[in-house]
């Protein structure tokens, strides 16, 4: 599974950006997907998951109700809808995969940064 994110860019707060990762290789294994972002000097940090089997989403609380993560029926591109931004949602951006056997796959990075 080959992952490469993309979408980001310069945005001032209250704005929005759409991160888009497209998903190669053996897709229709992916059991879980996910977003994470990484901020200067900080660990980096869970923000979005997708169960692909269930459907179920969880966000971490510092974005719930502005961000949103869906993904084709086809598993080739995993979305992150980041509305109502904030200077504090500034990082590098990752899109990562979990497949049935557990391997974990990550994408490069796509920098947001907000400006207030």
């Known amino acids: 599974v080959q992952l490469q994110a993309s979408g980001g860019g310069l945005v001032q707060a209250g704005g929005s950006l759409r991160l888009s990762c497209v998903i190669s290789g053996s897709r229709n294994s992916i059991d879980n997907a996910n977003w994470y972002r990484q901020a200067p000097g900080k660990q980096r940090e869970l923000v979005a998951s997708?169960?692909?089997?269930?459907?179920?989403?969880n966000y971490a609380d510092s974005v719930k109700g502005r961000f949103t993560i869906s993904m084709t029926d086809i598993k080739n591109r995993l979305y992150l809808q980041m509305n109502t931004l904030k200077p504090e949602d500034t990082a590098v951006y990752f899109c990562?995969?979990?497949?049935?056997?557990?391997?974990?796959?990550w994408g490069r990075g796509t920098q947001v940064t907000v400006s207030s």
């Open positions: 990562n995969a979990q497949d049935h056997w557990s391997k974990v796959y």
């Open positions: 997708l169960n692909t089997i269930g459907g179920t989403t």
